[in-house]
C-alpha cells in the first residue's frame, strides 16, 4: 500500500510539474464548458426565407405575413425569378424557398386548393425535415382560419381534427444546457483522463525511465494503479467543479443523488483509464498513441448519442456501443441529473460498467511487461 | 536546396521507418469516414413509444396502428395508469408517451374535434423535438386521410416541397464532408504540433539549429512531407466517399483539391503555432486534441447550424477555421457551385494560415536557453 502511494505521490509530481498541463486540467473544461454549451442547439430559429410571390393578391400576402410572423421564418428576399431564388440557396443565403403561382388567390377564393411550392436546401436532412414539418404547421393554422372565417361557403360538414398537445416531462421547456452541461463535461472529463494517463505510460516507455520501473520491485498491478489513481482523483475533481458551475452559470436542475452520479463516475473513470493503459501497450511512441487515441475519442464521442440519438443508429452500431462507456454514463447522468432515477432504474447500466471496467483494467495489466 | 531536400529526405525516412504510423494515419481517416457515413445520423428510426389509451375506440386504434407501422416509431408497452408515465420515462428505453382521453373517438365525431397528448421525455431536448414532430406530422396525415373519406371536405393549402441537393435525404450528406473537415484539422495540427515537440523535448532539435539548415528551412522541411501524406489523404477519402457512399464531386474537382490544400496548409501552420507554444508533446497533444477537439465539433456547423446559435456565437464560430472549409466542401461537392460563391471563405482561410505563420515566426526561439 505504501508503494502505492510514493507512486502516486511520484505521477501527481511529475503531472504538476509542467506547468501549462497542472493549469489546463482544470481551465480547459471550465472554459470549453462554459462557452459551448450555450451554443449548441438544434432548436430552429431564423429559418431564412425567400419568397417568390407570382401572385401578388391579398391571399398571397396574408400567407406571407403569417410565415413571418410565426417565430420559426425569417422573411429575408423577394424575387421574381426562380433562377435568382435558387441563386440564394446556392450562396447560403436562404434555406427555404417558396414559389406561390399565379391564380393562388383566385383558387382559394373558389374553393379549389391552392397549391404553393417549397424548396428546402437538405444538405442537413434533419433540419430539412424540421423545416418542412414547421411549414406545414404554419399552413396548417392558415387553413383552419380560412374554414372558420367563411363557415358555408365550403363543402360538407366540419372535417373532424385530432390535435396534439405536447408536454415535456423533466424538461419542460427543452432547455438545451440542461442536456449539455453533463455531455460535455463528460466528454471532457473522458478526454483529459484517456489522453494523459495514456500518454504518461508510453512516455515512460519512449524516453526508457520505465525500465527503471521495471527493475524495482514495485508489482504490476501496482504500477498501473498508479498510473490511474491520480487522473481518476482529477477527473472527478474536474466533474464535480463543472457540476457547480454548471449549476451556478445553466441551473441545471439537479434531480437525483449526488452519491449515485460520483459512483457512477468513479466507475466510468476506471474503465476509460483502463482502456487507455491497455492500448499505450500497443504503442512505442507517444506519437502513435495519440492516433490511436484520436481514432477511439472520436468514436466514443460520435457513437455516445449526445449528438446524434442512440435510436438512429444502425442495429450492429448500437451493438458496438454496448463497450463504448462513454455511452453508458452519458445515459446515466442524464438520467440521475435530469430524471432522478434512482440506483435501481440504472442498475443494468452500472453493472455493464462495472464488467467494462473490470475488464479493460485487467487486460491492461495482463499485456503489461515488465521486461524490456 | 540540396541541403533542404536531404532533410526532407530524412523526414520522410523517419516517418516511413515507423510503420505503425503509417497504418495509422492512413488507416484512421478511411475508417473514420466508412463508420460515420453509415453510423452517425440524426434521422429518427424505431424510437420507443408507449401508448395509454383510456378510450380504446376504433379512432385511436387506427391511430396508434399508424404511428406504430410509420417506421419512425416502436411499441413499448400499453400502459393503463397515468402513474406508470414516471416510471417507464425514467427507465430511459421510451423516450414518448401518447395518452388518449377518455371517449376520444366519440368526442372527435360529436364536436369535431379532439386532443391527443404526447408527453415527452424532455431530458433529451433533440429527441423530444423530433419525436413530437414527427407524431404531429402522422397525425396531420391522418386528419387528412379522414377527411378525405367520403362526406369530408379536402385541405385548402397544400405545399409540395423539394428537397434541393439531398432529394432521399440521406446522412451523410451531411457527415461525410463533416469528418474530412474535423479529421483533417486535428490530425494536420497533431501531426505537425508533436513531431516538432518531439524533436525539442529529446534535445535533438538544438542539433538540428546548429545545422547550416536555416530555421524556416527546418520547419518547412518538417512540414513537407506531412503536406504530401495529407494530400493522398484527402485523396482517398474523396475517392472513398465516392465509391461507398455515391457522393461524387459534383462541382470542379482541381478546385475541390486546391482548396483542401489551402485547408491542409491551414492546419499545418496551425500546428507549427502549437508547437512553438508548448515545450513537451504532452502539452502539444493536450492542445490540439482536448483543446481544439471538441470546439471543431460544435462550433464549426458541423453537426449544429451556426444559424441557430445565439447571434454571439456567429462572432465566436468565425475564428474557427473549419467552419469555412465545410462551406466550401459543401458548396464544392454536393451543390456543385464554383469559385465565385465561395471566395470570401477561400480569402478567409488564406489569412487565417498567413496569421498563423507570422504568429508562429514571432514565437520561434532559434537560441538556446
Redesign the interface.
Known amino acids: 500500500m505504501r508503494t502505492i502511494l510514493y507512486l502516486i505521490r511520484k505521477e501527481f509530481l511529475q503531472i504538476f510539474r509542467?506547468k501549462?498541463?497542472g493549469r489546463?486540467i482544470f481551465g480547459?473544461p471550465i472554459i470549453?464548458m462554459l462557452?459551448?454549451v450555450?451554443?449548441?442547439?438544434?432548436?430552429?430559429?431564423?429559418?431564412?426565407l425567400c419568397i417568390v410571390d407570382k401572385d401578388m393578391t391579398p391571399e398571397s400576402r396574408g400567407?406571407i405575413s403569417r410565415l413571418d410572423g410565426s417565430t420559426f421564418f425569417h422573411y429575408r428576399y423577394t424575387t421574381f425569378s426562380e433562377s435568382q431564388a435558387r441563386q440564394l440557396?446556392?450562396?447560403?443565403k436562404c434555406?427555404l424557398v417558396?414559389e406561390i403561382p399565379r391564380g393562388f388567390g383566385k383558387d382559394?377564393g373558389n374553393g379549389i386548393?391552392?397549391?404553393?411550392?417549397?424548396?428546402?436546401?437538405?444538405?442537413?436532412?434533419?433540419?430539412?425535415?424540421?423545416t418542412?414539418?414547421y411549414?406545414?404547421?404554419v399552413?396548417?393554422d392558415?387553413?383552419a382560419d380560412?374554414?372558420r372565417q367563411n363557415p358555408g361557403s365550403?363543402?360538407?360538414?366540419?372535417?373532424?381534427?385530432?390535435?396534439?398537445?405536447?408536454?415535456?416531462?423533466?424538461?419542460?421547456k427543452?432547455?438545451?444546457s440542461?442536456?449539455m452541461v453533463p455531455g460535455?463535461l463528460g466528454?471532457?472529463v473522458t478526454?483529459?483522463g484517456f489522453?494523459?494517463a495514456g500518454?504518461?505510460m508510453v512516455?515512460e516507455k519512449e524516453i526508457g525511465t520505465i525500465e527503471q520501473i521495471n527493475v524495482t520491485p514495485v508489482r504490476k498491478y501496482q504500477f498501473i494503479i498508479s498510473k490511474m489513481a491520480p487522473f481518476l482523483i482529477i477527473g472527478l475533481i474536474d466533474l464535480a467543479l463543472g457540476m457547480v458551475l454548471g449549476k451556478l452559470f445553466f441551473k441545471v436542475p439537479f434531480e437525483g443523488s449526488v452519491a449515485l452520479l460520483f459512483l457512477c463516475s468513479t466507475i466510468f473513470l476506471i474503465a476509460i483509464l483502463g482502456f487507455a493503459l491497455f492500448i499505450s501497450t500497443f504503442?512505442?511512441?507517444?506519437?502513435?498513441f495519440?492516433?490511436?487515441?484520436?481514432?477511439c475519442?472520436?468514436?466514443f464521442?460520435?457513437?455516445s448519442g449526445i449528438?446524434?440519438?442512440l435510436?438512429?443508429?444502425?442495429g450492429w452500431?448500437q451493438r458496438v456501443d454496448l463497450v463504448n462507456p462513454v455511452a453508458y454514463i452519458m445515459?446515466i447522468n442524464?438520467?440521475v441529473i435530469?430524471?432522478?432515477?434512482t440506483i435501481s432504474?440504472?442498475s443494468r447500466d452500472i453493472w455493464s460498467l462495472v464488467a467494462i471496467a473490470v475488464s479493460f483494467t485487467f487486460f491492461a495489466v495482463k499485456r503489461y511487461r515488465k521486461t524490456a | 536546396m540540396k541541403r533542404f531536400l536531404g532533410f526532407v529526405k530524412k523526414e520522410f525516412l523517419h516517418i516511413f521507418r515507423d510503420y505503425r504510423t503509417l497504418i495509422i494515419l492512413f488507416g484512421i481517416p478511411a475508417a473514420q469516414i466508412m463508420i460515420f457515413g453509415y453510423v452517425v445520423s440524426n434521422d429518427l428510426k424505431d424510437a420507443g413509444v408507449a401508448f395509454l389509451d383510456l378510450s380504446r375506440d376504433e379512432v385511436t386504434q387506427k391511430l396508434t396502428d399508424k404511428i406504430c407501422s410509420s417506421g419512425f416509431f416502436r411499441l413499448t408497452e400499453t400502459l393503463t395508469s397515468y402513474n406508470d408515465i414516471d416510471k417507464i420515462l425514467k427507465k430511459g428505453k421510451t423516450k414518448a408517451v401518447i395518452v388518449f382521453q377518455k371517449d376520444f373517438g366519440r368526442d372527435l365525431f360529436a364536436e369535431g374535434k379532439t386532443t391527443m397528448s404526447v408527453i415527452a421525455d424532455g431530458s433529451e431536448p433533440n429527441m423530444a423535438t423530433l419525436v413530437t414532430n414527427y407524431i404531429t406530422a402522422i397525425t396531420t396525415d391522418f386528419n387528412i386521410e379522414q377527411a378525405r373519406a367520403p362526406g369530408g371536405a379536402v385541405s385548402l393549402i397544400s405545399a409540395q416541397v423539394r428537397m434541393f441537393y439531398n432529394p432521399s435525404l440521406q446522412g451523410h450528406y451531411m457527415f461525410v464532408p463533416g469528418v474530412i473537415t474535423l479529421i483533417m484539422i486535428l490530425i494536420c495540427a497533431l501531426m505537425t504540433s508533436v513531431t516538432i515537440t518531439r524533436e525539442k523535448e529529446f534535445g535533438t532539435m538544438e542539433v538540428l539549429l546548429v545545422s547550416p539548415l536555416r530555421p524556416t528551412q527546418i520547419i518547412l522541411g518538417k512540414v513537407t512531407p506531412y503536406f504530401i501524406l495529407s494530400f493522398i489523404n484527402v485523396i482517398v477519402i474523396l475517392l472513398l466517399s465516392w465509391f461507398v457512399f455515391g457522393l461524387p464531386v459534383k462541382g470542379s474537382l482541381v478546385l475541390l483539391l486546391a482548396e483542401s490544400m489551402l485547408y491542409i496548409l491551414m492546419s499545418l501552420s496551425l500546428g507549427i503555432l502549437i508547437s512553438t507554444v508548448s515545450s513537451t508533446m504532452q502539452q502539444a497533444i493536450f492542445i490540439s486534441m482536448v483543446g481544439m477537439m471538441l470546439p471543431t465539433i460544435l462550433l464549426s456547423g458541423f453537426i449544429y447550424p451556426i444559424e441557430n446559435m445565439p447571434w454571439i456565437y456567429n462572432w465566436v464560430s468565425a475564428i474557427m477555421p473549419p467552419r469555412y472549409f465545410i462551406i466550401i466542401i459543401k458548396d464544392i461537392m454536393i451543390k456543385g457551385t464554383g469559385f465565385a460563391y465561395i471566395w470570401k471563405e477561400t480569402l478567409i482561410l488564406a489569412f487565417m494560415t498567413m496569421v498563423f505563420i507570422w504568429l508562429s515566426i514571432r514565437n520561434f526561439r532559434i537560441r538556446l536557453h
Not at chain 1, 154 to 172: A, C, H, K, M
Not at chain 1, 311 to 314: D, T, W, Y
Not at chain 1, 338 to 341: I, R
Open positions: 509542467n501549462f498541463i489546463a480547459v470549453q462557452i459551448l450555450p451554443a449548441v442547439t438544434f432548436e430552429m430559429k431564423n429559418i431564412s400567407l440557396m446556392n450562396a447560403n434555406t417558396l382559394t386548393p391552392g397549391r404553393i411550392m417549397a424548396s428546402i436546401n437538405a444538405i442537413n436532412s434533419s433540419t430539412a425535415q424540421l418542412w414539418a411549414l406545414n404547421g399552413l396548417r392558415y387553413n380560412i374554414i365550403l363543402s360538407g360538414q366540419p372535417v373532424p381534427i385530432i390535435q396534439v398537445t405536447n408536454r415535456y416531462w423533466y424538461n419542460e427543452l432547455v438545451y440542461h442536456y460535455i466528454i471532457l478526454a483529459i489522453i494523459l500518454l504518461n512516455r504503442a512505442g511512441t507517444q506519437q502513435q495519440m492516433f490511436i487515441a484520436f481514432f475519442m472520436i468514436i464521442i460520435l457513437m449528438f446524434t440519438p435510436e438512429s443508429m444502425p452500431a445515459r442524464r438520467m435530469l430524471k432522478g432515477s432504474d440504472i
